[in-house]
């Protein structure tokens, strides 16, 4: 099987140590990582960015600014380019939060996010990371992410140049979308795909809704016509499988990448 | 406050006995009410339908039929279709069901439910009951409803004479689009606003994501700029209120009407 685009978001395996992640990786011919900065933290970060150096894996993105909401917004946005630099991630994703505390102006928070978003192009642009507004499902506009569709995504994208500002795409956040293809189609056209993530959507969802994904193929998502329809466009970048699952944190890093990969030859590839 | 359009669906106070919920509406000066199948089932079809009649409520539409994946739906749908004559429903609302059992084929699951509406096209319009497609959260796509967005709903219903095939707008499931105001418009010109529907959007969403809406004001929608944008179309229909919640429902409905339509004149007229 041919792993020469598959990454490994670590938010996958969230409870692996950030070495054994590395060093599962390295063990698996996973050749790219997703990073959390979390995780990242946790690890340090020039401690992290020297491990995945000399393991030589290629970092893909880096996960997550955004929340244009929070008070000091601009300064930890700021402080993650920073990071994405040091980590030497090309792609910094960005969730942009949700609605402002009693806000019910869901349009004036989107014109908020464009706004925000070219705030950071300079900083971007000069430090040579690219900036990737992620849509979220839309059971997250309220708190979490006010970006719910790829169209939307795009559309805030437009003012700035490509090669600053580019949009994920999710497998799981977007594969309802009953105008996914078209959109899929323009954001290679506008040259606007910097990130593409893969995750199932398992039915029911869980308490909570935030670890509801599934590792590809074990839900209801065509995820192989998405890869298509992603590589449709040209795109010949990585493919990250990013699930967030108690059940799937719960069990041994080295066993879930085992399973993702096997999943992801027979389901995505 | 003027209750000229008001209609309480009976989702809202759905452990309130018929009668009651009958005998609460007129005493509260409610003129309109949006039944549900299964407690008209309870009360028995013809007794519910003499009811309302000699309590001078007009039924504002029959909830709910549709769910095109089940081996019997055509005949449910008929049976539907009957028992709104019978009730006087002008409009029965269509929930098009999931995805076919271990199906991932989400784009033929919607050209279903487009030909399934069709077949029942005849139906209704011998009986002259309007079909409503009701686009459902993204959250439901897989289990409940294929139909996410305003403008599905309406692709599905162009092919059939609006008069047959309608839309049911219920702010719940559709506040999060950012296309949503264009495509109320749309649906306004082309003549497609059977049912408008209002629920609230409360966060956090509770476990099993059925039962999280919120009386009008208790969350974030926008509700008044909805009704306004449905009545700028030209629509001078019932409005109904909808809210499914275990804390609604747990309470004396007539404690619940109050507080209801004291809300509905505050946050959607």
């Not at 997703?34 to 880096?62: E, Y």
């Not at 000069?126 to 795009?154: F, K, Q, W």
């Amino acid at each position: 099987m041919s792993l020469a685009r598959f990454s490994l978001n670590q938010a996958t395996t969230k409870r692996w140590p950030m070495d054994e992640t590395v060093a599962g990786c390295v063990a698996s011919g996973v050749p790219g990582i997703g990073l959390w900065r979390d995780q990242v933290a946790d690890h340090g970060l020039d401690r992290t960015a020297s491990l995945v150096r000399s393991a030589g894996l290629t970092v893909t993105s880096l996960c997550r600014a955004g929340f244009f909401a929070a008070p000091d917004w601009k300064d930890d946005n700021r402080r993650a380019i920073e990071e994405a630099v040091v980590l030497g991630a090309p792609v910094l994703v960005l969730v942009s939060g949700g609605l402002a505390d009693g806000s019910r102006d869901i349009d004036a928070a989107r014109r908020w996010v464009g706004d925000a978003v070219g705030e950071l192009v300079p900083f971007a642009h000069e430090a040579g990371v690219r900036l990737a507004i992620e849509p979220l499902h839309p059971m997250y506009a309220s708190d979490r992410c006010v970006i719910s569709t790829l169209r939307n995504a795009l559309d805030l994208a437009a003012p700035y140049p490509s090669e600053d500002v580019g949009v994920t795409i999710d497998t799981y956040h977007l594969w309802w979308d009953d105008d996914i293809w078209s959109q899929i189609a323009r954001a290679g056209e506008e040259d606007r795909i910097a990130c593409f993530q893969v995750a199932d959507w398992i039915t029911p969802l869980p308490e909570g809704v935030l670890l509801g994904r599934g590792l590809p193929g074990t839900g209801c998502i065509e995820l192989r016509r998405f890869r298509e329809a992603v590589d449709a466009t040209g795109y010949t970048g990585p493919i990250e499988v990013e699930v967030f699952h108690e059940d799937v944190w719960s069990r041994p890093g080295d066993e879930v990448l085992k399973e993702t990969l096997a999943l992801y030859t027979e389901h995505v590839l």
